[in-house]
């Protein structure tokens, strides 16, 4: 949802601002894949919210195996061409939540990197040898440090200005989960174009 919201407002800035997307791969961080039932939950509270982000629900009988190959992915498509890999990483999340394509197998991630006008030889060389996987675990590491050394309220996504200051998943609903149920979900801050300015808001103090 954030990427999409980023996305439809990035062109207004792209003189002297970059975004550096980094790695929160919740399965390292909660030792285990992807749960099924968290993103069954999760997928309509994004698309009753965003209308640039669609979801349906999984059509597959086996859940995603791992997400890490898609970060590993990402980060050889950046080495290519960053504006390029900005598409690419929409279409990963696109694959995903709503076309129901395997994210986790090599061969989707280089048709979604031809599809994005990357070439897809050096991106399932990288994937299959895992050569961005030390980076993207690194990126794990930094964010559990300043969550817990420095009190940071880490969620996915959480957006970093240069000045330091952070956004924790801006203008998302509120919602609480006990024993993986949600269980509490509270009305958005802003909707519609009201998001959309606070997300330009953000960038004109990330550019400041």
Same mark, same amino acid.
């Given at each position: 949802?954030?990427? +999409?919201?980023?996305?439809?407002?990035?062109?207004?800035?792209?003189e !002297?601002?970059?975004?550096?997307?980094?790695?929160?791969?919740?399965?390292?961080?909660?030792?285990?894949? +992807?749960?099924?039932?968290?993103?069954?939950? $999760?997928?309509?509270?994004?698309? #009753?919210? $965003?209308?640039?982000?669609?979801?349906?629900?999984?059509?597959? @009988? *086996?859940?995603?195996?791992?997400?890490?190959?898609?970060?590993?992915?990402?980060?050889?498509?950046?080495g290519?061409?960053?504006?390029?890999?900005?598409? %690419?990483?929409?279409?990963?999340?696109?694959?995903?939540? %709503?076309?129901?394509? &395997?994210?986790?197998?090599? @061969?989707?991630?280089?048709?979604?990197?031809?599809?994005?006008g990357?070439?897809?030889?050096?991106?399932?060389?990288?994937?299959? !040898? $895992?050569?961005?996987?030390? *980076?993207?675990? +690194?990126?794990? &590491?930094?964010?559990?440090?300043?969550?817990?050394?420095?009190?940071?309220?880490?969620?996915?996504?959480?957006?970093?200005?240069?000045?330091?200051e952070?956004?924790?998943?801006?203008?998302?609903?509120?919602?609480?989960? *006990?024993? !993986?149920?949600?269980?509490? #979900?509270?009305?958005?801050?802003? %909707?519609?174009?009201? #998001?959309? $300015?606070?997300?330009?808001?953000?960038?004109?103090?990330?550019?400041?």
């Amino acid at each position: 949802m954030a990427a +999409a919201r980023l996305d439809a407002v990035l062109p207004e800035f792209r003189e !002297g601002l970059s975004v550096r997307w980094r790695a929160f791969p919740l399965e390292i961080i909660n030792d285990r894949p +992807a749960s099924r039932s968290i993103v069954d939950q $999760e997928w309509p509270l994004i698309a #009753v919210q $965003e209308p640039r982000s669609p979801c349906r629900a999984w059509p597959h @009988g *086996e859940f995603v195996r791992t997400t890490m190959m898609a970060y590993d992915a990402y980060l050889s498509a950046n080495g290519q061409d960053s504006e390029r890999a900005r598409v %690419y990483d929409l279409k990963i999340r696109r694959a995903f939540f %709503y076309e129901g394509r &395997r994210i986790d197998e090599a @061969g989707v991630l280089c048709a979604l990197a031809e599809e994005s006008g990357l070439d897809p030889a050096p991106i399932r060389a990288d994937v299959e !040898g $895992e050569r961005y996987r030390e *980076e993207t675990l +690194a990126d794990c &590491r930094e964010a559990l440090r300043r969550r817990d050394d420095e009190g940071l309220p880490m969620t996915s996504p959480t957006m970093f200005l240069p000045s330091g200051e952070a956004f924790f998943n801006p203008f998302a609903s509120e919602k609480r989960f *006990e024993s !993986g149920k949600l269980v509490e #979900v509270h009305p958005p801050s802003r %909707y519609g174009e009201a #998001v959309l $300015e606070g997300y330009r808001d953000i960038l004109r103090k990330a550019a400041a």
